[in-house]
């Protein structure tokens, strides 16, 4: 059997290149996709250090004080011994919907170091706590409870194979929240079964690919689609941005049938170039 180098591109599987232009590629930073996962759940791993020195992996839920992770963590639990230690520590976050490979699933490390909130902020913190975590109401106030806010400094994001990027805590503290990607799943359905054809339009005309013999949407966010899209030349991705970011989910139908209608708009002007090519 031969040995295959993850290193060497001759050993990936060969994606179909685009033939034209993208014409509109924007999507969310990494400081976006970071701050929109981290809103989808309230479940997370905790990595904090023993005394030893040790690293530690750890089950914790969070809420989110404007973006910060607020724990609530025991006294008695170790982790919560290690974070009075050393404040150090990361939060990994995994996309709550999983595909059947786990590693194309988005995911994000949070790293920075926490810290107990006082006086006003630690209202703030408590009261966001329990909006992420309302089981917390039943022992937030126990004594040997605290609330810690990690003060993120660095942030890791991986969207799957292939696509990943690092975000400053700044980037990471202006970004909003994405109001499209995890309210999308039912529109994304709807245009699988029922637009097919103008998702492969949309490849055609707006996405790269003229070659396009079909395409499905994969992904939604407040920029465009996402798009598997099926060549004579093989399997490839692309990207369909909107006219104009949208910052809504009950807008995401009106601005795929703008994409519907320029990409059928500008086919429709390619055909009659293309007749007088072939004359």
């Known amino acids: 059997m031969p040995v295959l180098d993850h290193g060497d591109p001759g050993d990936g599987p060969t994606l179909a290149p685009p033939l034209m232009p993208v014409t509109e590629p924007t999507r969310p930073s990494a400081a976006e996709e970071a701050r929109t996962l981290v809103a989808a759940t309230n479940v997370?791993?905790?990595?904090?250090?023993?005394t030893a020195g040790d690293p530690w992996a750890s089950m914790i839920t969070y809420g989110l004080l404007d973006g910060a992770p607020v724990l609530c963590v025991s006294h008695m639990a170790e982790h919560g011994r290690n974070l009075a230690a050393d404040p150090r520590a990361s939060l990994s976050v995994v996309a709550p919907e999983q595909p059947s490979d786990p590693l194309a699933s988005a995911r994000i490390t949070?790293?920075?170091?926490v810290e107990r909130p006082t006086d006003a902020e630690f209202d703030a913190a408590r009261a966001a706590h329990l909006a992420g975590v309302p089981a917390a109401k039943t022992y937030i106030d126990f004594s040997d409870f605290s609330l810690w806010v990690l003060r993120v400094q660095r942030v890791r994001w991986v969207g799957g194979y292939g696509r990943m990027d690092s975000a400053s805590a700044q980037d990471y503290a202006a970004a909003q929240v994405d109001p499209v990607r995890f309210h999308?799943?039912?529109?994304?359905?709807?245009?699988?079964?029922?637009?097919?054809?103008?998702?492969r339009d949309m490849a055609r005309a707006l996405?790269?690919?003229?070659?396009a013999t079909a395409a499905?949407?994969?992904?939604?966010?407040r920029y465009g689609l996402d798009l598997r899209v099926q060549t004579p030349r093989g399997?490839?991705?692309?990207?369909?941005?909107?006219?104009?970011?949208i910052d809504d989910a009950g807008e995401l139908r009106m601005a795929t049938v703008e994409l519907a209608r320029r990409s059928a708009a500008l086919l429709a002007d390619e055909a009659p170039l293309s007749k007088e090519a072939q004359r």
């Open 44 to 50: 997370a791993t905790l990595a904090s250090l023993t």
């Open 110 to 113: 949070l790293a920075g170091v």
């Open 184 to 199: 999308a799943a039912g529109a994304i359905a709807h245009l699988n079964a029922d637009h097919a054809n103008a998702l």
């Open 207 to 211: 996405g790269g690919y003229p070659d």
């Open 216 to 221: 499905t949407c994969s992904d939604a966010d």
């Open 235 to 245: 399997m490839a991705y692309t990207r369909v941005g909107y006219a104009t970011r």
